[in-house]
């Protein structure tokens, strides 16, 4: 079936640095993906809309300074969390939607900013 | 707005037993439903899903019906594995956008 690669799985940055994160389609092309947010014990939470080829569309309350979205190529969107802070330490996973019908998900990356 | 409440985890159970993960809904409209597993190290798999109200979704031994009098999408499984150990996250689909519950951590004992 269709694969979403994210990389890393792991993370850790001291305050004030920048971390990028990569979401990749391994076997299909995906005009559009999803990045997520996790804290501990609650929902995923949709970040952005990262769209090829434009600007990515953010959810209300995400900083877009912050957290900048780019959408290279059809098979790949990244996640830059920039100046980053402790707050920001979470689980950040993206998503691809596949023919319409469901979405594929990276492995999730788990940020800890010291 | 639209959203999943689902049971608080941890479930820990014996091999064999029988499972009932709870999921509820608040949403306009008739979203589609979903439950998502996911495994240690990996990412998020779709396990099952429903489209309209009364379908039931199947897949491993795993069912859950798309309830629309009680806005419930409950997951159930008559005998389970410790294989089945995973978290799974009950979510709704509203046009390409999923909205999720919290998640619930289950354990399997052998």
């Known amino acids: 079936g269709a694969v979403v690669s994210q990389h890393p799985s792991r993370v850790i940055c001291k305050s004030g640095t920048s971390v990028k994160i990569e979401c990749r389609s391994l076997?299909?092309?995906?005009?559009?993906m999803f990045w997520y947010r996790q804290f501990p014990k609650q929902s995923l939470m949709l970040m952005a809309t990262s769209n090829e080829g434009s600007k990515a569309t953010y959810e209300q309350g995400v900083e877009k300074d912050k957290f900048l979205i780019n959408h290279a190529s059809l098979t790949l969107s990244t996640l830059t969390v920039t100046s980053a802070h402790p707050e920001d330490s979470s689980f950040y996973i993206c998503?691809?939607?596949?023919?319409?019908?469901?979405?594929?998900f990276g492995q999730g990356t788990r940020l800890t900013v010291v | 707005g639209d959203s999943v409440t689902q049971m608080e985890g941890p479930v820990t159970l014996s091999e064999e037993a029988f499972l009932t993960i709870n999921c509820t809904y608040t949403a306009t409209g008739y979203p589609s439903l979903f439950w998502y597993v996911q495994y240690p190290g990996e990412g998020l798999q779709l396990l099952l899903k429903?489209?309209?109200?009364?379908d039931k979704g199947s897949n491993k031994g795993f069912e859950a019906t798309y309830r629309k009098e009680t806005t419930s999408f409950h997951l159930e499984k008559g005998s389970v594995q410790v294989s089945d150990s995973a978290v799974y996250f009950c979510?709704?689909?509203?046009?390409?956008?999923?909205?999720f519950g919290s998640g619930t951590r289950l354990s399997i004992r052998p």
């Open positions: 076997d299909f092309q995906a005009t559009t």
């Open positions: 979510a709704l689909q509203r046009a390409s956008k999923i909205i």
């Open positions: 429903a489209t309209k109200a009364d």
């Open positions: 998503s691809a939607p596949f023919k319409d019908t469901e979405a594929f």
